[in-house]
């Protein structure tokens, strides 16, 4: 009983001091360009995708419901940092494209997203990095993704190259 109230309370610490500091300090550069780190996301997507992008591809790749996508999409055009085009050969779906505004704010916030691993990399490799996020997928996987049907996307060191560019 004493193992299980020490990892209790010690998950607890990490819970309460340590994933919510680190999601804030995340977030961070976001919130200084005046969005959420989901509403970052979406613009990011928006600006990787290969091709023509719409409202459930980001639904599906972010694994929320239509209509949570929907809201942060509204915030994100009323803020003219996406705008939508209606496709040729279908007028009833919109494609998201990026405003000159919104590609502005993807990539200031994106680079500074960048700079802060760089600089967590002088006190913790990247190799040691990807040892933690390994070892934090699979908790997750087998954990909380496993019970809701979901599979981690697993990132190789060659997913940087955007980073390293």
Avoid: C
Avoid at 46 to 57: Q, S
Avoid at 82 to 87: F, I, R
Wanted: net charge negative.
């Amino acid at each position: 009983m004493n193992e299980d109230m020490d990892f209790f309370n010690r998950f607890s610490h990490m819970y309460l001091h340590g994933f919510k500091n680190l999601s804030d300090m995340f977030a961070a550069p976001a919130t200084e360009h005046g969005i959420t780190l989901d509403e970052f996301y979406i613009l990011y997507d928006i600006a990787e995708a290969k091709g023509k992008i719409r409202l459930m591809d980001i639904a599906e790749s972010h694994g929320v419901t239509r209509s949570a996508i929907s809201r942060l999409i509204g915030r994100l055009l009323r803020k003219d940092y996406l705008y939508q085009e209606a496709e040729d050969h279908d007028r009833r779906n919109k494609v998201l494209k990026l405003t000159p505004e919104g590609a502005r704010v993807e990539h200031e916030v994106f680079a500074e997203l960048i700079q802060r691993n760089r600089e967590w990399r002088q006190m913790f490799s990247l190799a040691k990095q990807y040892q933690t996020l390994n070892l934090v997928e699979e908790f997750m996987d087998k954990f909380v993704n496993e019970s809701a049907g979901k599979q981690t996307k697993k990132i190789s060191y060659t997913d940087l190259d955007r980073a390293e560019a």
